[in-house]
């Protein structure tokens, strides 16, 4: 493609980002904007007119789906040299390129995981740590790396500590741990940036080198930077100025795992002469949702006013700059979104499937339509009623709910039990084996994976509740077994299911979010400005999938013996952009 033929499909936001090709340029791209549009015809863009060789620029992103499409696209604008990658394989790369000359011999082996490493270091302490805990320590060991923080430095920021842990105890566990790591001659996945941030600093050689090769940097989704990846990129680049970021603040929805939004939001003083691009031209969603986008987030630090420019019934973009999308004919027209309540996860679930199964009578696609929650044990109610319904599903970014490991054990442990023991209520029965595996009446204070271990055993507890009073064991476990043996694999034509963390890049004609009540959005355990804030921006990210139609529900009770919910409050603040449909 010739300079011209790559400006002539953009905007005319999009083509100030795209001519803007030396300095430091920071493009705001809010949802559904075609930041990727924008970036990628940037690099071509320069590429094509000469300012750049391709094997001299690198951009950089968080996940490997992203690089590959960013390669994919590159390749077919002309700009096929170019390196696409994300911040660790990069690193990865220079790591393993670097370590023989400088350090000798092999590159010490990436570590699968953690868990393996932190159970032996568990044994050598004579602690008595469950694989949920364990899960949350890795977790922690993550943030302080990210973060940059050694861990007397963490142990000073005071986080919440995972399980029945002290202090102490996890300051030993992440000492032990190293030391274990170091005797195996092994690096785990936050390493890869630590060691090589270290061999850029204190060997100029390497430094030299990497310099040399790449000169001109592109990063994507630059909410989600962490302090790690900022010094890298900063020692990558060595005081140099040709630097390009992109992303939107009102998608930083990482924070837990060290993301921040304050690199994106402080480009400008950083860099005082730095060219700002603002995308504000919404090409995916219909205006009644782009109103309710925009007053969710009215006055927020960093968030853009988005403009929407889907017009007609047939899902076409109206502009001819529009970013290109394999869409097929879809009946669904753009109306203004709804809120729904219930009286019970049950009831919700129900309504929802009971929509989606009219959606798809009237002719929508399966695969045009998704159901969005907060926490993956959500998915269960939501399963058993698209089934009932008769409505293909699939589960995306998590396992299905009787695939994970905790609920295999449980239901095999009740399985076991209902052999022995007759006569008793069915509550007390199940209850009695759930204790055993961990569950309490009282849910764990603090998010992480003890807190979705909880979730996942209260939902089979809630399952017991909800029987027929004369119900038995061994004919509850009986059915549970059914439940088990009826999930089938992932269809083509099929509702998404996902949680609202693994939604995000990517789009549906119609989206239904459950489970805005409070306690589940915001989770019960935002307590804090920022904390809520960031629940804000899941939501928002939520609404924002949605091309044509959003559906959002809530309801009074969750499963078991929970206490009575009230609606979210981020409800309340939609006001009139959304339609009030009453109870289901």
Request: aromatic fraction near 6%; charge should be neutral; glycine fraction near 8%.
């Amino acid at each position: 493609m010739t300079p011209d033929e790559l400006l002539a499909g953009l905007d005319a936001e999009q083509r100030v980002a795209a001519e803007a090709l030396l300095g430091p340029v920071c493009v705001l791209a809010g949802a559904g904007t075609g930041k990727t549009r924008a970036i990628t015809h940037r690099i071509a863009y320069g590429v094509a007119t000469g300012a750049y060789a391709p094997n001299r620029v690198m951009a950089l992103t968080f996940t490997n789906r992203a690089a590959a499409e960013l390669r994919t696209r590159l390749r077919s604008l002309g700009a096929a040299g170019v390196q696409a990658r994300t911040f660790h394989a990069a690193a990865l790369a220079q790591l393993n390129h670097f370590w023989p000359t400088v350090v000798g011999g092999r590159t010490p082996e990436l570590a699968p995981g953690k868990a393996r490493i932190l159970g032996h270091a568990a044994q050598v302490l004579k602690l008595k740590v469950d694989t949920a805990s364990l899960r949350d320590v890795a977790a922690e060991i993550e943030f302080r790396k990210v973060s940059g923080l050694s861990v007397d430095a963490y142990e000073r920021a005071a986080r919440p500590v995972p399980g029945s842990l002290t202090a102490a105890q996890l300051a030993d566990l992440m000492d032990t741990y190293e030391r274990l790591k170091d005797e195996r001659r092994l690096i785990d996945f936050e390493d890869v940036l630590l060691v090589l941030a270290g061999m850029l600093e204190n060997e100029p050689t390497v430094a030299m080198n990497v310099r040399e090769q790449y000169r001109f940097f592109v990063v994507d989704e630059y909410q989600d930077v962490s302090p790690l990846q900022q010094q890298l990129l900063e020692l990558w680049l060595g005081g140099r100025r040709e630097l390009c970021v992109v992303g939107d603040a009102s998608q930083t929805i990482y924070s837990f795992a060290g993301a921040s939004s304050r690199f994106l939001l402080g480009f400008e003083h950083r860099y005082e002469d730095a060219t700002v691009v603002r995308l504000e031209q919404n090409y995916r969603s219909a205006a009644p949702v782009m109103a309710a986008a925009n007053e969710l987030m009215r006055g927020r630090s960093g968030s853009l006013t988005l403009r929407a420019v889907v017009a007609d019934h047939t899902s076409t973009l109206t502009s001819a700059h529009a970013p290109t999308h394999a869409q097929s004919h879809r009946p669904t027209l753009p109306t203004a979104p709804t809120a729904t309540g219930y009286s019970s996860d049950i009831t919700e679930a129900a309504g929802v499937a009971s929509a989606i199964a009219a959606s798809i009578d009237a002719g929508n696609a399966p695969e045009s339509i998704a159901v969005l929650y907060r926490l993956n044990v959500q998915a269960a109610a939501l399963e058993a009623a698209l089934a009932e319904a008769d409505v293909p599903y699939r589960i995306h970014g998590a396992k299905r709910f009787f695939d994970q490991p905790e609920v295999k054990q449980a239901v095999l442990a009740l399985r076991a039990a209902s052999v022995t023991v007759s006569g008793e209520p069915l509550f007390k029965s199940v209850s009695d084996v759930l204790r055993g595996l961990g569950w309490t009446q009282s849910p764990p204070e603090r998010a992480g994976s003890v807190r979705d271990r909880w979730e996942s055993l209260n939902a089979l507890m809630g399952l017991a509740d909800q029987a027929a009073p004369d119900m038995s064991f061994r004919r509850f476990t009986d059915e549970l077994l059914e439940r088990q043996s009826a999930q089938h694999e992932p269809t083509l034509r099929a509702v998404t299911l996902a949680t609202l963390h693994s939604a995000k890049g990517l789009e549906w004609d119609e989206v239904h979010i459950a489970g805005l009540s409070e306690g589940l959005v915001p989770i019960s355990y935002a307590t804090t400005f920022e904390q809520v804030d960031e629940e804000r921006r899941l939501l928002y990210v939520g609404i924002t999938r949605a091309r044509r139609r959003l559906r959002l529900s809530w309801s009074e009770r969750g499963t078991g013996r929970a206490a009575a919910r009230r609606p979210s409050r981020f409800l309340a603040e939609l006001g009139n952009r959304i339609d009030r449909a009453g109870r289901g």
